[in-house]
């Protein structure tokens, strides 16, 4: 039978906020353990919890890019389970009345755009981290655990996405949508792989055409976009072969393992959990006035979404203009090439081809590099005016980025300089054509095939520094 | 000039100002007074001599100096054993907590501190202050100054009994349904709570944190006032902080009730009060009539349900305020073979019975399919309360009831039901209910010579007409009685 996956995905991102969500400690990744603390995070006796309002603010800014509202009162509450590296053994989260909610993001897989229902966006604390010392590094099997607060509190941001997703691989785009979107907030470096943005997905399956829901199952443990889309695809598989064989999916949590390629179902709880939510004492609600919510509102950056339109707009292919507009640097040194004087869609193709490739090599960023918006400016105003052949364009580049001097600099001194000035190739050519007067003849009688040997000429003739384009010209001319 | 342990709190402060005594010899008094009381009271389970010398001989050199940082300044003070100290044992009476050196002060005690106040020991309470007799302390009980058989109240018993006993000028303590109030009538002592966010709860260890508030036990009204002066106001570290800036609450100690009105609140006066107690009240109130009030009789009808509100939201935060005991990073730690069974045998080990019961009742309270039936119920009741309250402000300044429908009980009495216990605080629980402010002045004896209290409600921010109030029963009572066991020929 053919079915629909109905997917959902629940996003957490760590907030790169100064302070921690409750107190004032620093949220700094790498400090020693245990240092980055006080009695709030610790959860010490006597200890309570004053809310970051710059916490609030970026939240906010979220739930704003992702066209939500925003609450003008919201609450924080307890959520309570025992865990050793959760100090209060509660978590303070927001339950019911969180501070953003009914937003959308649109998602683009290939050429069609989609939207994706936000159900919600809420507040809440990070826990510490355990490392269990022992055989596998599982706390069931540890020996003993070793505790490190200093994430204890750091602010954490969830975003729920409605079950709006149908294939793994829109699931892919939501999360890479959301991420250039968070990214382009500077609210959260969003690293995958370190888990400061971290994602669950839910996903069922049901017949096509059908309007009831199918059984889900939350998937866990994918650190990258690539594997949430093969952790879906496979999970996507079982289901369906399991409905296939007249089996019930089973309601549960599944590991996904990287390199077994599959998902397993978790070590199953003895009784489902229990969280005991209820409004946190502590606190009083969070309020957001008007005032406060346009100002936020007026600082927002443009979204990547909203670049990408910009920039097919400044004539760039959509595919193109996408890759750009999800990289906050790149979309820099885009648009300063551009702004001064750069070809768009040249300087485009150099960034998400040649320069993305380069910079891969030598491990560096783009902020890092010596290719910037003026590089690429010169450098597309060379191949415009034709000193430059686009072969050597590429080779003028790894010169910039090996940091051998601007375009100018590296394309004399390497020499790469092409001739394509009639006055200056007018008499290499006539010489050619005068030693070759069959092939001249062959060219008048209607064969193309031999301007190709013509050119090849022209360039041995000049050392390579002709410019093809030109010398066809001239030799078309000619032949008249 | 008698003993300096029975000074009140301003007969000191002027003496310290005059020269006719210095916070040495102030503290050598307490010092000796506990010496004398302690066997037989049990009022303290930690005793800061080191620190409490220290602190007094800096109070003599600051006003030496010239210094005068307020009214505390050079006092022996006692606290409730569930106010954070930095490196002082903070137990809340618990075996979970033995040992444990909190690495912080409270604001509060911060706040003591910087007006110079001499902190003297931390007193015994009902453990993590659910209780109203320090019957619950892991860590014995304490026993009422007017009679040792008796129990001081709870659960802030330890405090009151310090203040009646002489082995403290001024104590602290908290009430979350009556733990200050309550102890304070059963020891002939004032106690106050003051509106929910005016003193900071920060360092105080929670028992139920939308209903805590840290108050002063003292033997007058006016040293009640002295020791708020000190420790109240706005602290960024309390969200729940009342921001506003604090009033002037002396100008109208002397102002008399001419004028005002006082109700008297049907549901908390007659039935299920003791008679004796009850006589004292309405004497107390003609009295109030004679002195120029208008007594005004109202009804609070949702305050009925106040007890069994209480018992659910109580119980509810308190599961979760005390889920951090658990072994892992400070206290009581028992083996076990995974981290659950650590936990767990923790758990049962650290907490008394008391403390289990309440937080196995809020747990189910909280519990998936009963929260709206219960906790969402109790939260209901409590908007009620509020509203009854406002009402009743609308045609009185002041409510006026006993504080606790009998005086002191004999130990042992209550513990075998804990429901006779919980009723104890039947005429309190609605002010915490409400987060208004309410005091507690002594009326006179029983019978049996024990201590009758007399309860002043206010409105939230309230304090300066309760304290008007407050200071007009007590001249018109004129309690000056001494505790039998705070005599230097104790018995």
Not at chain 1, 74 to 82: G, I, W
Not at chain 1, 336 to 364: D, F, H, I, P, Y
Not at chain 2, 451 to 466: R, S
Request: aromatic share 6%; glycine share 10%; proline share 5%.
């Amino acid at each position: 039978m053919a079915y629909e996956p109905v997917i959902g995905i629940e996003t957490h991102v760590e907030l790169t906020t100064d302070s921690k969500m409750f107190c004032g400690c620093q949220v700094n990744f790498g400090s020693p353990p245990n240092t980055n603390v006080c009695p709030v995070c610790l959860g010490l006796p006597g200890a309570l919890p004053v809310v970051n309002a710059r916490a609030v603010e970026y939240a906010m800014t979220i739930g704003l890019a992702l066209n939500c509202s925003i609450a003008e009162h919201s609450v924080f509450a307890r959520k309570n389970y025992f865990y050793p590296d959760m100090p209060k053994n509660y978590q303070i989260s927001q339950y019911d009345e969180p501070l953003c909610v009914e937003g959308h993001l649109d998602v683009e897989v290939g050429e069609e755009t989609s939207r994706v229902g936000i159900t919600r966006v809420h507040m809440e604390e990070d826990t510490g981290k355990s490392t269990h010392i022992g055989e596998g590094g599982r706390i069931q099997a540890a020996s003993h655990s070793l505790l490190d607060f200093n994430r204890a509190g750091v602010p954490l941001m969830e975003v729920v996405s409605e079950p709006d997703i149908r294939s793994a691989e829109q699931a892919r785009a939501f999360v890479s949508e959301l991420r250039g979107a968070i990214l382009r907030l500077g609210v959260s470096d969003a690293k995958l792989e370190e888990g400061s943005m971290r994602f669950d997905a839910n996903v069922s399956l049901r017949p096509v055409g059908a309007e009831e829901f199918g059984t889900k199952v939350e998937v866990k443990n994918m650190n990258s976009l690539r594997s949430l889309q093969r952790a879906l695809e496979y999970e996507i598989e079982r289901q369906a072969a399991l409905l296939d064989a007249g089996e019930a999916v089973v309601q549960e949590t599944r590991h996904w393992d990287e390199e077994a390629g599959s998902t397993s179902g978790m070590r199953s709880k003895e009784e489902a959990f229990d969280y005991r939510y209820f409004p946190e004492p502590d606190l009083v609600p969070v309020a957001v006035d008007d005032e406060w919510r346009k100002r936020v509102a007026q600082s927002l950056p443009e979204l990547p979404a909203q670049s990408r339109a910009r920039y097919v707009a400044m004539g760039l292919e959509p595919t193109t203009a996408g890759l750009i507009a999800r990289d906050v640097e790149a979309g820099a040194v885009f648009e300063s090439a551009v702004a001064g004087g750069g070809e768009a869609q040249t300087v485009a193709n150099w960034l998400t081809g040649e320069v993305t490739a380069l910079l891969r090599k030598t491990e560096t960023g783009l902020a890092a590099s010596p290719i910037d918006g003026a590089a690429l400016a010169a450098l597309a105003g060379m191949v415009a005016d034709r000193s430059l052949s686009a072969s050597a364009a590429k080779e003028v580049l790894a010169g910039v980025a090996a940091g051998e001097g601007s375009p100018e600099e590296v394309a004399t001194a390497r020499d790469l300089i092409q001739v394509s000035d009639s006055a200056s190739l007018e008499p290499v050519i006539d010489e050619v054509l005068a030693a070759n007067p069959e092939a001249l003849e062959k060219l008048r009688s209607g064969d193309g095939k031999v301007m190709g040997f013509l050119i090849g000429q022209v360039m041995r003739a000049t050392g390579g520094k002709a410019d093809p384009g030109a010398v066809s010209r001239i030799i078309e001319l000619r032949v008249g | 000039m008698g003993d300096l342990a029975d000074l009140t709190v301003a007969e000191a402060a002027a003496g310290l100002r005059k020269g006719d005594l210095t916070a040495v010899e102030l503290l050598e008094a307490v010092n000796r007074r506990a010496a004398m009381t302690e066997a037989n009271l049990h009022a303290y389970l930690t005793v800061d001599r080191e620190g409490s010398a220290r602190a007094a001989v800096a109070a003599d050199a600051s006003l030496n100096a010239g210094k005068d940082p307020g009214p505390l300044h050079g006092i022996p003070v006692a606290l409730k054993d569930n106010m954070v100290t930095r490196g002082l044992e903070t137990t809340c009476s618990s075996k979970i907590l033995s040992g444990y050196l909190p690495p912080y002060d409270g604001t509060a005690v911060t706040r003591l501190r910087d007006g110079g106040a001499v902190i003297f020991g931390k007193t015994n309470l009902d453990e993590f202050a659910m209780g109203s007799s320090t019957e619950n302390s892991a860590y014995g009980t304490s026993r009422n100054p007017w009679d040792p058989e008796t129990v001081p109240g709870g659960s802030s018993g330890g405090s009151a009994a310090a203040v009646a006993a002489g082995s403290a000028l001024v104590a602290f303590g908290s009430d979350t349904g009556g733990s200050i109030r309550q102890p304070a009538a059963l020891c002939g002592i004032v106690g106050m709570k003051p509106t929910y966010g005016l003193v900071s709860r920060y360092g105080l260890i929670a028992f139920a944190s939308s209903l805590d508030q840290i108050g002063p036990l003292t033997r007058t009204v006016e040293d009640a006032v002295a020791a708020l002066e000190v420790v109240g106001g706005y602290d960024p570290l309390d969200s729940t902080s009342y921001p506003g800036a604090v009033p002037d609450y002396r100008s109208g100690l002397d102002s008399g009730v001419s004028g005002l009105r006082v109700g008297v609140v049907t549901e908390l006066n007659g039935t299920g009060i003791d008679p004796e107690v009850q006589a004292a009240v309405d004497a107390t109130i003609a009295r109030l009539e004679q002195a120029g009030a208008t007594i005004v009789q109202l009804s609070l009808p949702s305050v009925e349900y106040a007890l069994s509100a209480y018992y659910l939201i109580a119980p509810a935060e308190c599961s979760a305020n005390l889920a951090r005991f658990d072994g892992v990073r400070y206290g009581l730690r028992r083996h076990g073979e995974t981290v659950e069974q650590m936990m767990s045998n923790t758990r049962a080990e650290g907490f008394g019975p008391e403390v289990t019961r309440r937080i196995l009742l809020g747990t189910y309270a909280l519990s998936a399919g009963y929260y709206d039936a219960f906790y969402g119920q109790a939260q209901r009741v409590r908007t009620l309360i509020i509203r009854d309250f406002e009402a009743a402000y609308q045609q009185a300044d002041v409510l006026v009831s006993p504080t606790s429908p009998t005086t002191a009980f004999a130990i042992g009495d209550r513990t075998a039901d804990p429901l006779s216990m919980y009723m104890s605080d039947v005429c309190t629980i609605p002010s915490n209910m409400s987060g208004d402010p309410a005091i507690s002045v002594p009326i006179g004896l029983d019978s049996s010579g024990l201590p009758i209290g007399f309860q002043v409600m206010a409105p939230a921010l309230g304090e300066p007409v309760m304290f008007r109030v407050a200071a007009e029963v007590e001249r018109q009572a004129g309690f000056d009685a001494r505790a039998p066991y705070a005599s230097s020929e104790a018995r």
